[in-house]
């Protein structure tokens, strides 16, 4: 059943399908819209809506009691072209459909790139870019550029685009590789928001480069409304969705499912945050006791706004759930404007409000954790930069009774080459002027023996001693090292010397130069003199008071076993 409108035109009503009224009223306008940069245009336009007006008049002569869309357009068929409505217009129109061939009329010469040139600028000046809203996926810019250009079928525009944005997204180059990966979207959304839509049959003409005249105007008026019409008797079947528009649904649905699970996951705290903020606990939790503590201490520093993000944030995917469903169906009914405008505009107030939330509850709840990490890293009153150095030094066998105007971090990873182990001890001066001053010790237990105390150190300045005694306050040094000293340095030593060197066990021939020479750290070789320990418990410390010394590394630090020093002594008598 169709829907019936009462018009006036020059004093006397009609009944007009709704249909046919859309195809006149667009027709009258677009004549309007012609001739109104003409002189004398809106004469032309008046004489027009006269002969319709005569027209119609005839039709109800004849016995016509409702005007429809068929009569439409015999009405526009029988007012004629450009020349049976104006003269003048033919005129203009002649002019311009003879320009192009003046130079060759005149005998003008005209080489390659004078007719490239030409066909440049005649495209130009005919061809105007839009965005086809009448054949589109997303935005229509493919089938824009498509009408554009005038080559090849809009699903080739459409294969090549989605393929050339694979192809640049999945390459590496060493310069720009973050903008090459997504110039082909940006430049579609840049395209999307900036070229207007062709919603007018001006438009539409000049998105195909035809020339905007009466006729023209007139078939395109009368062809939109055939589509129109077409389209409302038998909509087209969304069940044969065509090869891009199927892969562009399934990209969308593999996209639905982790931000499935991330709603879930959002409800899931949305409840859990909402009980801890009026007083529940957090035993939902899959973790320790202590976790859960800190989770709850960590989620209340967010306050009421962490609530309130994450409520936006579900209100956000919820919608962009809900967007692709919608799209994906195979069938489904306009959405009404006010929905669809009402649904982005929460969607994006929802987004920045996310945003804003997940941006201030992670300074806080970041300020949070690193007061955590500070509480962790601090042992007798010592604070490191986290607890990781701690670990290093437990691993190393060190204990850390003064730091003082030292760098938080007091070791740092190494390959365990020759035996050495996979840590070093780091001890730098901070930035103030004050002098550094720090105490690292390892008590072991060693049996009855005589013992060197054997290093690989590398200083910049001087201050810091290594020495070995018995445990006690008060008790003299059985041996002591000087890494500010001369010692043997590494750098100079070839591998084969690099193998006589009891520190090392073994030392590999092809990585020796590369440890040797390690950066700016050329470690040095130090020994002591021996010295006889009758067993028990031996301290070693390494430690500088009071020091204006730079840095110092230490690579390994370890007391080695040697022969009896009377045996030695008779050894030597004998030779």
């Keep these: 059943m169709k829907k019936n409108i009462s018009i006036n035109i020059f004093g006397t009503i009609y009944a007009i399908?709704?249909?046919?009224?859309?195809?006149?009223?667009?027709?009258?306008?677009?004549?309007?819209?012609?001739?109104?940069?003409?002189?004398?245009?809106?004469?032309?336009?008046?004489?027009?809506?006269?002969?319709?007006?005569?027209?119609?008049?005839?039709?109800?002569?004849?016995?016509?009691?409702?005007?429809?869309?068929?009569?439409?357009?015999?009405?526009?068929?029988?007012?004629?072209?450009?020349?049976?409505?104006?003269?003048?217009?033919?005129?203009?129109?002649?002019?311009?459909?003879?320009?192009?061939?003046?130079h060759e009329a005149a005998g003008e010469p005209r080489g390659r790139w004078s007719a490239l040139r030409d066909h440049v600028v005649n495209h130009l000046r005919e061809h105007r870019l839009y965005r086809n809203t009448q054949d589109k996926l997303l935005g229509g810019v493919c089938s824009g550029l498509a009408g554009y250009f005038g080559k090849g079928d809009v699903v080739f525009w459409r294969l090549g685009t989605v393929a050339l944005a694979l192809i640049l997204g999945s390459l590496h180059?060493?310069?720009?590789?973050?903008?090459?990966?997504?110039?082909?979207?940006?430049?579609?959304?840049?395209?999307?928001?900036?070229?207007?839509?062709?919603?007018?049959?001006?438009d539409k003409l000049r998105m195909k480069g035809r020339k905007v005249t009466p006729e023209n105007l007139k078939e395109q008026i009368v062809s939109d409304s055939e589509e129109q019409t077409a389209a409302a008797v038998q909509p087209v079947p969304r069940r044969s969705m065509g090869c891009l528009r199927l892969i562009f649904a399934s990209a969308l649905a593999l996209l639905a499912l982790p931000l499935v699970a991330l709603l879930v996951c959002l409800v899931f705290m949305l409840v859990l945050v909402?009980?801890?903020?009026?007083g529940g606990s957090a035993t939902l939790l899959p973790m320790s006791n202590s976790s859960a503590q800190q989770f709850v201490e960590s989620v209340s520093t967010g306050g009421p706004l962490l609530v309130v993000g994450l409520m936006a944030a579900t209100v956000f995917l919820g919608i962009t759930l809900w967007a692709i469903w919608h799209f994906v169906r195979t069938s489904?009914?306009?959405?009404?404007?006010?929905?669809?405008?009402?649904?982005?505009?929460?969607?994006?107030?929802?987004?920045?409000?996310?945003?804003?939330?997940?941006?201030?509850?992670?300074?806080?709840?970041?300020?949070?954790?690193?007061?955590?990490?500070?509480?962790?890293?601090?042992?007798?009153?010592?604070?490191?930069?986290?607890?990781?150095?701690?670990?290093?030094?437990?691993?190393?066998?060190?204990?850390?009774?003064?730091?003082?105007?030292?760098?938080?971090?007091?070791?740092?990873?190494?390959?365990?080459?020759?035996?050495?182990?996979?840590?070093?001890?780091?001890?730098?001066?901070d930035?103030?002027?004050?002098?550094?001053?720090?105490?690292?010790?390892?008590?072991?237990?060693?049996?009855?023996?005589?013992?060197?105390?054997?290093?690989?150190?590398?200083?910049y300045g001087q201050g810091a001693v290594i020495t070995v005694a018995k445990p006690g306050a008060d008790a003299d040094p059985l041996a002591v090292i000087d890494p500010a000293s001369e010692g043997v340095r590494l750098q100079s030593l070839t591998w084969e010397e690099g193998t006589q060197l009891p520190i090392l066990s073994q030392p590999d021939s092809a990585e020796w130069h590369k440890f040797a020479e390690d950066g700016r750290q050329h470690f040095s070789y130090h020994v002591s003199r021996p010295f006889h320990h009758d067993g028990g418990e031996l301290t070693i410390t390494i430690a500088a008071n009071q020091s204006y010394q730079n840095r110092l590394y230490v690579r390994q630090v370890q007391l080695r076993k040697v022969e009896p020093l009377r045996a030695v002594g008779a050894k030597n008598k004998e030779q």
Excluded at 178 to 185: E, H, R, W
């Design 17 to 102: 399908d709704e249909d046919a009224y859309n195809l006149l009223e667009n027709y009258l306008q677009s004549m309007k819209n012609y001739f109104k940069a003409q002189d004398g245009g809106d004469e032309i336009a008046d004489d027009i809506e006269h002969r319709v007006a005569e027209l119609l008049w005839q039709y109800r002569e004849q016995g016509m009691e409702a005007v429809s869309i068929e009569t439409v357009k015999e009405i526009i068929d029988k007012i004629g072209n450009a020349a049976e409505i104006s003269d003048e217009a033919a005129a203009k129109t002649e002019q311009a459909e003879v320009e192009p061939e003046t």
């Design 173 to 202: 180059y060493r310069f720009l590789p973050d903008f090459l990966n997504i110039a082909i979207p940006a430049l579609y959304i840049m395209l999307w928001i900036i070229v207007p839509p062709a919603t007018t049959p001006e």
């Design 274 to 278: 909402l009980s801890v903020v009026i």
């Design 332 to 429: 489904r009914e306009p959405l009404p404007s006010s929905v669809v405008f009402t649904s982005l505009a929460i969607w994006v107030v929802t987004l920045a409000i996310t945003i804003f939330a997940a941006i201030f509850v992670s300074l806080r709840i970041d300020a949070y954790w690193d007061e955590v990490r500070k509480v962790e890293a601090t042992r007798n009153g010592i604070s490191l930069d986290n607890d990781y150095q701690w670990r290093c030094l437990d691993e190393l066998g060190w204990s850390l009774t003064r730091l003082d105007n030292v760098e938080g971090y007091v070791t740092e990873s190494r390959t365990g080459y020759a035996g050495l182990p996979p840590y070093a001890l780091r001890i730098i001066r």
């Design 431 to 459: 930035d103030s002027t004050k002098p550094m001053d720090f105490c690292l010790v390892r008590s072991m237990h060693y049996e009855q023996g005589d013992y060197v105390l054997e290093s690989l150190t590398e200083t």
